[in-house]
């Protein structure tokens, strides 16, 4: 069935390291993939988007690449910073249900 | 202004009382949901909402109910409610086009 993997549950990092975090999904279509952020007390918020096989997408240092022919999303950052810290969450919807798949999540908590 | 809010942001309520959680959105989304989060954990989806009075239950709908009268409004209902059902509580609506999710700033409801 469609599902999203993320295998780190917990990330620890000292700051100004990079970081990856781990996303694949399974689904029979070809979907748009989403990472959202979610700080500590706030709601989520998207964070990138993508639909497009190979390309890199880019936003406030963060970065991705769908690979298609993997089924992966993973997300990057040359340099974590304090504020990073957060939960992660990769997501894609089902297709034609209006429905969106999260995975369980990865805390990403950053040391100074 | 691409918003969603959510009406109370906190509620204390007693074991047996109703709880209304009211939501609205200003960018006419058709679909809109109501989900739960619990400390550190996912999100996990209570009803999805297609339209005015076309509503779905989600993953956890039992305890719960809902209501969608106006396109820009979608309002959760809990009879009765439980103490495990203490929780924040995020509403969101979706651009149809990409599967995206605007949340709200959430809800935190506790139960006694």
């Known amino acids: 069935g469609d599902s999203v993997t993320q295998t780190e549950g917990l990330v620890t990092l000292t700051k100004g390291l990079p970081v990856m975090l781990n996303c694949t999904y399974q689904t029979t279509y070809s979907p748009f993939l989403f990472w959202y952020v979610q700080h500590l007390n706030e709601a989520p918020k998207l964070l990138l988007k993508?639909?497009?096989?190979?390309k890199r997408t880019e936003h406030q240092g963060f970065y991705a690449t769908l690979h298609k022919s993997s089924s992966s999303f993973h997300l990057q950052k040359s340099s974590v910073q304090l504020s990073d810290s957060a939960l992660y969450f990769c997501?894609?919807?089902?297709?034609?249900?209006?429905?969106?798949?999260f995975g369980q999540g990865t805390k990403l908590s950053i040391k100074p | 202004d691409m918003k969603v809010t959510q009406m109370p942001r906190y509620l204390i309520k007693r074991m047996g009382e109703n709880v209304l959680l009211e939501c609205g959105q200003d960018?006419?989304?058709?679909?809109m949901y109501w989900y739960r989060q619990d400390p550190g954990l996912g999100l996990q989806l209570i009803y999805i909402?297609?339209?005015?009075?076309?509503?779905s239950e989600g993953d956890i709908p039992k305890g719960y109910r809902v209501s969608r009268k106006k396109r820009e409004h979608f309002s959760l209902i809990l009879d009765s409610a439980k103490t495990n059902q203490t929780s924040v509580y995020f509403c969101a609506s979706s651009s149809d086009t990409t599967g995206q999710l605007y949340f709200g700033e959430g809800s935190k409801l506790t139960v006694l």
């Open positions: 960018m006419s989304h058709e679909t």
């Open positions: 997501a894609f919807p089902l297709y034609n249900q209006g429905k969106l798949i």
């Open positions: 909402s297609y339209d005015v009075d076309s509503n």
């Open positions: 993508s639909s497009t096989d190979n």
